[in-house]
């Protein structure tokens, strides 16, 4: 299923005798991930294929389209093709928490990527979604390149004390005041119109990786994370821990960076070198 584009967002180019119109605006798709809930698929660009995967409480939106970094992408030859997690952005977020096994997020993209019929693609993902695209290549997946966003090793092998501190804010939703330590996670949140109850369930399905796990990561991999970022512990740490990774960073923090022109230049720099 489709979902109709902006048509502000279209502007015309002329090549030889012909005009064409391209537009500045993913398209978006609606796959069935595991057990037929919808997963958004927004597309732009074209090229070799770059599957990215956004950050917890975010969407393809925000971490990928507004501050440029697909445009840039898609500028550089490549396609983008973004991909909302269940519970954000313009996917399904179901209320039941019998829709959220164990890895959920995991089985959504071993069920949406097939159905991308890509012969090939570079894999990014961004603090959550960096999580979601380690667990997918040790599982088996095998992108040209890896990118790792926002991470460090402790977000890896110790999830669950960084679990503590969402689910701490879930349970502060409606009653969190300004100065409060989750008071800012929580506004965002908000604004980005999170469903808290899915949420929830959401993080409740997602364990930690272990070290083995690391150790298959046989890929290039590219470990980006900004200068004033140890939300997810030391990338330093994680360049380290995996057999075959670089260091790559740009002023900011966790949250700053993403807005900033040299993370999406940094990850056009790694994928075209």
Not at 8 to 28: E, Q
Not at 131 to 149: E, K, M, Q, T, Y
Not at 191 to 204: E, G, N, Q, S, Y
Request: glycine share 8%; aromatic share 6%; hydrophobic share 45%.
């Amino acid at each position: 299923m489709s979902l109709d584009l902006d048509v502000s967002a279209l502007i015309s180019c002329k090549i030889g005798r012909y005009r064409c119109v391209m537009s500045t605006t993913p398209k978006i798709d609606l796959l069935p991930g595991h057990n037929g809930v919808e997963i958004a698929v927004h597309r732009l660009g074209a090229g070799p294929a770059v599957i990215m995967l956004h950050g917890l409480s975010s969407s393809t939106h925000i971490n990928w389209v507004r501050y440029g970094t697909a445009k840039r992408l898609a500028d550089a030859g490549f396609e983008a093709i973004m991909i909302d997690q269940r519970v954000h952005g313009k996917s399904a977020a179901p209320q039941n928490e019998s829709d959220y096994p164990a890895d959920v997020l995991l089985l959504d993209m071993k069920a949406v990527i097939p159905q991308l019929r890509l012969d090939g693609f570079d894999l990014v993902g961004y603090s959550m979604g960096s999580r979601i695209a380690l667990s997918l290549v040790a599982d088996g997946l095998a992108p040209r390149r890896l990118i790792l966003g926002g991470m460090g090793l402790e977000g890896l092998l110790d999830w669950k004390r960084r679990r503590q501190f969402f689910l701490d804010a879930l349970d502060h939703f409606n009653t969190a005041k300004a100065g409060d330590r989750d008071f800012m996670a929580i506004q965002f949140m908000k604004t980005v119109k999170i469903d808290p109850i899915a949420l929830r369930h959401l993080l409740l399905s997602m364990s930690d990786i272990s070290r083995e796990t690391l150790d298959k990561i046989r890929v290039p991999t590219l470990v980006l994370s900004a200068d004033d970022d140890d939300d997810n512990g030391s990338a330093d740490a994680l360049v380290a821990a995996l057999p075959d990774a670089q260091r790559g960073s740009m002023p900011g923090n966790h949250m700053t960076c993403i807005m900033k022109p040299e993370f999406g230049e940094a990850i056009v720099n790694y994928l075209a070198a």
